[in-house]
């Protein structure tokens, strides 16, 4: 299984998503099995790291940002399973980028998937606070935690 989490810079959001994924997969013993990665719609910060102030507020919790940000290429759409949007603008672009190959049930949006809290995006917290980015892995660690359930749910049922 794999997954791609996407924003639209791929500095702030879809890095933190991709590491808190990380830290539930290795907890639960999947990392053979599930592998996560991200990307932007945009290519405004590609070879960047993540934000500084989402690497501290994320390394605070203990999750590493590690990759560098990378644009959606169209390769992606055919290479994983699921293509996970932050919100209704990053799913819009996704489809917009998907060319008609068959892949737009690939793409979700990462909301779908929270179980504790009634949001409809992932909000940028690029030019708020540190309440914004800690708000971000909130809702992070309780849809990556939805989104792990489902897929692990789906494969003991296949």
């Not at 990307?39 to 590690?66: F, K, N």
């Not at 169209?74 to 949007?85: H, I, N, R, S």
Request: net charge negative.
């Amino acid at each position: 299984m794999r997954l791609l989490f996407v924003c639209l810079g791929n500095i702030c959001r879809s890095p933190t998503a991709e590491a808190v994924m990380i830290a539930l997969v290795a907890q639960r013993g999947l990392s053979e099995e599930i592998t996560c990665d991200s990307a932007g719609t945009s290519g405004w910060h590609v070879g960047e790291q993540a934000d500084a102030r989402m690497r501290r507020h994320a390394e605070a919790r203990g999750y590493c940002l590690t990759s560098r940000s990378r644009q959606v290429r169209p390769a992606d759409f055919a290479e994983f399973d699921y293509l996970v949007a932050m919100d209704d603008s990053n799913c819009e672009d996704l489809r917009g980028l998907e060319r008609a190959d068959g892949y737009n049930d690939r793409i979700v949006k990462m909301t779908d998937y929270c179980r504790n809290y009634q949001v409809d995006a992932i909000p940028d917290p690029y030019y708020g606070g540190s309440a914004g980015f800690e708000r971000v892995i909130d809702l992070l660690e309780d849809a990556c935690t939805g989104l792990l359930d489902t897929i692990t749910r789906s494969d003991s049922q296949a």
